[in-house]
């Protein structure tokens, strides 16, 4: 139990266009969704805290207008990357809880974003 | 401010070494552990959390908060747990994790 599913897996975008990455969990109703950045060989960076139904919460630094996050159920929350730029191009990793104790994370598989 | 770091950006055993991957972390509050592998090409899962004091393949974390540290340990490392290891703290309770820089852990022949 407690699958998170991303789509896509990989997505190639030319610059200046929008590109929408979905996270579900398929087997549980998660309350929060997270949303992280990870470069090559390093850690996770948090971009934003999702709650169904409420407005994301971003880290420091994390452009809101460009980085949209919406989670409008309780099994989806999607990122959309507006006006795409070459710097952009990351690996995007989502994760869910269900948001009680021990708030466990779930994590998705990630989504390979190259911006061109 | 809540930090967690990973001092070893790269560990190298041979196979049936000891290993133990550091974590130190700063939090002022009663921290919640956690230690998360990443396989090669797989996603991220929780190899264990400090609140259970499980084993999970071998490996156990003690807290220990007069050092402020979560190490992770193995008597005796195997091939199959090469990865990349992350350290995370609980952030104020509410799910949110701060993680560690990551460890590669190369297990070799």
């Known amino acids: 139990g407690a699958v998170v599913s991303q789509h896509p897996s990989w997505v190639i975008c030319k610059s200046g266009t929008s590109v929408k990455i979905e996270c579900r969990s398929l087997d549980f109703q998660a309350t929060t969704m997270f949303w992280y950045r990870q470069f090559p060989k390093q850690s996770l960076m948090l971009m934003a805290t999702s709650n169904e139904g409420s407005k994301a919460t971003y880290e420091q630094g994390v452009e809101k207008d460009k980085f949209l996050i919406n989670h409008a159920s309780l099994t989806l929350s999607t990122l959309t990357v507006t006006s795409a730029h070459p710097e952009d191009s990351s690996f995007y990793i989502c994760s869910a809880s269900r948001g009680i104790p021990p708030y466990e994370q779930y994590f998705g598989p990630g989504t390979r974003l190259t911006v061109t | 401010a809540q930090r967690v770091t990973q001092p070893e950006k790269l560990l190298s055993v041979f196979k049936g070494a000891p290993v133990e991957l550091k974590c130190n972390y700063s939090?002022?509050?009663?921290?919640?552990l956690f230690w998360y592998v990443q396989y090669s090409r797989q996603r991220l899962q929780l190899l264990l959390r400090?609140?259970s004091r499980e084993s999970i393949k071998g490996f156990t974390a003690d807290l220990n908060k007069g050092e402020t540290s979560f190490h992770l340990k193995k008597p005796f490392a195997q091939e199959e747990d090469s990865a990349m290891y992350y350290c995370a703290l609980n952030h104020n309770q509410g799910g949110k994790l701060i993680f560690g820089q990551g460890t590669e852990l190369s297990v070799k022949p």
């Open positions: 939090y002022s509050g009663s921290p919640e």
């Open positions: 400090h609140i």
